[in-house]
């Protein structure tokens, strides 16, 4: 596949790069989409709740009634979980949700997601820039320049650029990633992919092996 290189004024450069075929050109393997954005996701859970037992209750341990008779479910001290305020039965524990996934598995998946971006025409090359200083208005002027503002943007450049990167952050349909941290969620999740030249050769240097 082969895509015109255009500059941040929306203007042809008059080169043209070729789309790597073993990346952008492969047959989507919709399963191991599933399991990489579902590690992703999973990876983002925090894990941190958690409920009280009946043992970690400050309260007396009399117990309240006798165990028969009583005419209701027979329970002991005022932590029991069958009263307001007593402990909780199996409530939820602190706990990691991550998982392993297998290299290939993602390098697969990234692929995939890209192949998906390539047959959808969502793909922008663009020649390199950078920013003198850090605006918004800058980035927004190449997304009405591209013809692309108003739809979820996702910006891969080469390596860690501040001025580009604080020039999106305040853009709720814009993200900034660097190309050696490619994921499948966040390809799918933008609506178009704008990447520079530079970036189009790293992501065949990572995936292209």
């Known amino acids: 596949m082969e895509l015109s290189v255009l500059n941040i004024k929306g203007q042809e450069t008059g080169r043209k790069v070729t789309l790597n075929d073993a990346i952008f050109?492969?047959?989507?393997?919709?399963?191991v989409i599933y399991l990489d954005v579902k590690q992703y996701m999973a990876n983002q859970r925090q894990g941190n709740a958690k409920s009280k037992e009946r043992s970690e209750i400050s309260g007396s341990t009399r117990k309240l009634g006798r165990q028969k008779g009583g005419g209701g479910a027979r329970h002991g001290d005022i932590n029991s979980p069958l009263l307001r305020g007593g402990g909780r039965v199996f409530g939820p524990k602190p706990r990691d949700y991550s998982f392993k996934l297998n290299k290939k598995v993602k390098?697969?998946?990234?692929?995939s997601a890209l192949s998906y971006k390539a047959q959808?025409?969502?793909?922008?090359?663009?020649?390199d820039f950078n920013f003198e200083a850090p605006k918004t208005k800058d980035f927004v002027a190449i997304a009405k320049n591209l013809k692309v503002d108003g739809k979820k943007l996702l910006l891969l450049?080469?390596?860690?650029?501040?001025?580009?990167y604080l020039s999106a952050r305040n853009l709720q349909r814009a993200e900034v990633l660097e190309a050696d941290k490619l994921n499948t969620y966040k390809v799918?999740?933008?609506?178009?992919?704008?990447?520079?030249?530079?970036?189009?050769?790293?992501?065949?240097n990572i995936l292209g092996k």
């Open 120 to 127: 959808e025409n969502a793909i922008v090359v663009l020649e």
């Open 157 to 164: 450049m080469p390596s860690a650029n501040k001025n580009v």
């Open 25 to 31: 050109a492969i047959e989507p393997n919709d399963h």
């Open 107 to 111: 390098e697969l998946a990234r692929k």
């Open 188 to 204: 799918l999740n933008a609506d178009v992919l704008l990447i520079t030249e530079q970036s189009l050769q790293a992501i065949d």
